[in-house]
Nanobody
Framework: VQLQASGGGLAQPGGSLRLSCAASGPIFSIDTMGWYRQAPGKQRELVITITKGGSINYADSVKGRFTISRDDAKKLVFLQMNSLKPEDTAVYYC???????????????WGRGTQVTVSS
């Protein structure tokens, strides 16, 4: 089972970026998908997640600016980031809580991370 993120890069303050993440491998079911981030010298923190039922959990710092969506048929999750700020600069990690077929036991998985830099 793997999570592969794409997107990210450099954006100006006030700009937008879109991240995508695909889950692949022998997966029985996916509960939660979403994103965490880690800025230099800081701990990894929640950005936003979405459950299979559509419940969204997000950091106050991204409220009204970031939106999340998922495509369960394709095992994809998307993060649309608008009104970006320099403090959004971080490595963004795709996250999923899912049940792999191999163990049939719910487990957390992480992608490798993609850099998002917001700077003029």
């Amino acid at each position: 089972v793997q999570l592969q993120a794409s997107g990210g890069g450099l954006a100006q303050p006030g700009g937008s970026l879109r991240l995508s993440c695909a889950a692949s491998g022998p997966i029985f079911s996916i509960d939660t998908m979403g994103w965490y981030r880690q800025a230099p010298g800081k701990q990894r923190e929640l950005v936003i997640t979405i459950t299979k039922g559509g419940s969204i959990n997000y950091a106050d710092s991204v409220k009204g600016r970031f939106t999340i969506s998922r495509d369960d048929a394709k095992k994809l999750v998307f993060l649309q980031m608008n009104s970006l700020k320099p403090e959004d600069t971080a490595v963004y990690y795709c996250y999923s809580r899912l049940v792999p077929i191999a163990t049939m036991t719910r487990k957390d998985y992480w992608g490798r991370g993609t850099q998002v830099t917001v700077s003029s």
